[in-house]
């Protein structure tokens, strides 16, 4: 296992008035900190601030009534910098020494950059021209996503921070692989056997993930804009959990073991190909509807700062298969997107059928056996069986046995974020929550084949508060299934 010692450590967070520091990171290490984490935080953005002022926003970005808020304050300095500008990282390296030493940090650095992605390279480039990279300690890097945007680009930014950073030292960061049930997918299929024994083509029919949220673009148009569903939700947070429920056992739980397993499934999944790719991809935008709670929404193009005439997708489904010994045959459907009907993320495994089933015949209401791991927002696993009714004329009916973790969450008086649990984790050198470059490589070969295909796809398009386009449910009916609704638990 992982070494889990807390080293004390100097934290360079970049973007340090952005969005996500405040809405996750600060909060995230308040509670790492609570925990006995030993750390300082220097922040940087170009914004002009004093170490008041900034401790002052942190301030307003943790929970009510937090205990040890001034001590964990206290800790946060801040600088004006210019990524692009290398003089502003001399100053820097001044400041960062004088805090280092005064919390005695022996040196371990993380460098968080919560920056747009166009900056990754040039803010490695200017840390290791002042010498910052240079030190006594550990260095580590977090970067956000997204990684690039095609592999070209993404292998030119690897490039760029290899030039500065060590492979073991890059922590890319995907929080879906903080959240409780992902992390859990790993306990249900290797400390089961009942399941591990059927966890294959002989058994499942089929395994479908979801994604579906019921949020808009946001503040965020111009970046989701230039991106679209494929790139912002398929590349990354959607290819980790299909690796995740696919991989073989790793040999060990290192996390090389474990990424080389989910590098294996990636590399085997088929690639589009132009003349399939009706069969095999749908890519939609919402247009005006209702959500379920009665909103009346617009359409994409009613966003703030969207062209009227953008063809971005806001809506993925797509069928993969994986051609390895394990899965050959099996569909992996997957679909996501902004403005559905419900904000949940599920893995749906569907069990084969019993050969020449009389009671299919008897009792045409009962359904495939099931089982469905919430990830979001309830969080726990259903399996889905039919049983005989109570009583002497019994049906056979479906009926679900739930565990969940709503009601533990709701009675802890915290429960890990996936931020904090991924922070936490780098703070101890653990890279098994963070991606390899070579997943990103194949995840990125894999959305590239889609976008190079595509072109020839027609955009669909679907009513804001549905679950996507009609077109969507045909990739299912052409092999004789449909998404099974999301449920949520009782
Ligand atoms: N927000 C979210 O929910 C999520 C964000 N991400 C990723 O996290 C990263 C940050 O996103 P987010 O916080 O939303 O972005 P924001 O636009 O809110 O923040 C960007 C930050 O970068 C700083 N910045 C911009 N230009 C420069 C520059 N030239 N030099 C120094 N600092 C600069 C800004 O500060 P200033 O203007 O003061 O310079 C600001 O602090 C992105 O990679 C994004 O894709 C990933 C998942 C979710
Ligand atoms: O990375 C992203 O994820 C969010 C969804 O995350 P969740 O934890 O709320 O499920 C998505 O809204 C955003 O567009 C995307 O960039």
Not at 65 to 70: L, P
Not at 122 to 151: C, D, M, Q, Y
Not at 182 to 208: D, G, M
Not at 291 to 299: E, L
């Amino acid at each position: 296992m992982v070494e889990t010692t807390k080293e004390p450590t100097l934290i360079f967070m970049f973007g340090a008035t952005g969005d996500l520091a405040s809405r996750k990171l600060y909060p995230a290490l308040y509670e790492i900190y609570k925990k006995g984490n030993e750390f300082a935080v220097i922040g940087l953005a170009r914004r002009q601030h004093t170490h008041e002022s900034y401790r002052s926003m942190v301030d307003r970005a943790l929970p009510q009534g937090a205990d040890r808020r001034k001590e964990f304050l206290d800790r946060f300095y801040y600088q004006p910098l210019d990524i692009t500008e290398p003089e502003n990282f001399a100053r820097l390296k001044n400041i960062s020494d004088q805090i280092d030493t005064q919390y005695q940090l022996n040196g371990n650095r993380m460098f968080y950059l919560s920056l747009a992605p166009r900056f990754f390279g040039v803010a490695a480039r200017n840390l290791k021209k002042a010498g910052l990279t240079e030190t006594s300690g550990w260095k580590r890097l977090i970067i956000e996503k997204p990684f690039g945007h095609n592999l070209e680009s993404a292998e030119k930014l690897n490039h760029d921070l290899l030039e500065v950073f060590d492979e073991a030292e890059i922590y890319r960061i995907d929080h879906y692989l903080g959240k409780e049930m992902v992390q859990n997918i790993e306990a249900l299929r290797f400390a089961n056997p009942i399941f591990e024994s059927v966890w294959n083509h002989r058994s499942i029919a089929n395994v479908q993930i979801t994604l579906s949220e019921t949020l808009g673009v946001g503040d965020r148009a111009s970046y989701y804009d230039q991106t679209g569903a494929l790139l912002d939700m398929v590349q990354n947070h959607i290819m980790q959990l299909l690796t995740l429920t696919a991989m073989e056992p790793p040999s060990r739980f290192e996390p090389e073991d474990i990424r080389q397993e989910k590098v294996k499934v990636l590399k085997s999944i088929r690639p589009m190909s132009s003349d399939a790719i009706t069969n095999q991809i749908v890519r939609a935008q919402y247009k005006q509807g209702v959500m379920p709670d009665g909103t009346r929404i617009g359409g994409y193009h009613d966003e703030n700062n969207i062209d009227s005439d953008s063809d971005t997708e806001t809506f993925v489904a797509a069928r993969l298969f994986i051609d390895n010994y394990r899965w050959t045959g099996v569909p992996f459907y997957i679909r996501t997107g902004k403005r559905l009907a419900a904000k949940s993320t599920e893995i749906v495994i569907q069990f084969k059928d019993i050969p020449n089933n009389p009671y299919l015949y008897e009792f045409n209401h009962i359904g495939p056996n099931l089982l469905v791991i919430h990830i979001q927002p309830d969080e726990g696993l259903s399996l889905k069986l039919n049983v005989k009714e109570f009583g002497e004329e019994g049906e056979t009916v479906p009926i679900a046995m739930n565990f969940s973790n709503n009601v533990k969450r709701q009675a802890d008086t915290h429960t890990p974020d996936a931020y904090e649990r991924l922070l936490s984790d780098c703070l101890r050198g653990d890279s098994t929550n963070f991606t390899r470059w070579d997943e990103v490589a194949f995840s990125w070969s894999l959305t590239d084949s889609i976008v190079a295909a595509w072109k020839d796809i027609p955009l669909d398009y679907y009513e804001a508060g549905t679950m996507g386009p009609a077109s969507s449910d045909r990739l299912l009916a052409l092999d004789g299934f449909c998404w099974w609704p999301l449920t949520r638990m009782e």
